[in-house]
């Protein structure tokens, strides 16, 4: 039986969790339970090894930002700051070595997701870029 491939995306969405957790001065526990999660599930997020739902980035995404709207444009902004070097050298964590400006998110702009990670598309959210 084959590993699943684990989602390159999940990880950088647990990075975002942790930073604007740590930033907001919350322990993974207070942040389970504003969310009404258990704190491990927490520790998973950030680790990259849950793939949570749109749901529970937004309630998560509430209790760490101004708003969910913000959470979202602090993920597309930090992936695209992690990316950005590694797809410059040629080696994109998610496109997987495949043709990177038709598969890359972040190199892709005429994708929807492309507009997504555009950082003058993020900029534009209230005026401000995410502060990392």
Do not use: W
């Amino acid at each position: 039986m084959t590993q699943p491939i684990p989602c390159k995306m999940a990880m950088f969405v647990g990075q975002t969790v942790r930073r604007l957790r740590t930033q907001a001065g919350m322990s993974q526990q207070e942040l389970a339970v504003k969310c009404d999660f258990d704190r491990s599930y927490i520790t998973l997020i950030e680790q990259g090894k849950k793939n949570p739902t749109l749901n529970i980035l937004e309630a998560i995404g509430s209790h760490v930002a101004q708003s969910a709207a913000h959470f979202f444009a602090a993920v597309a902004y930090d992936t695209q700051r992690a990316c950005a070097s590694m797809c410059e050298a040629g080696r994109c964590p998610l496109a997987g070595g495949k043709d990177l400006p038709r598969v890359c998110p972040t190199q892709n702009k005429a994708s929807n997701i492309g507009l997504l990670f555009n950082i003058d598309a993020v900029s534009q959210v209230r005026g401000s870029v995410p502060t990392a």
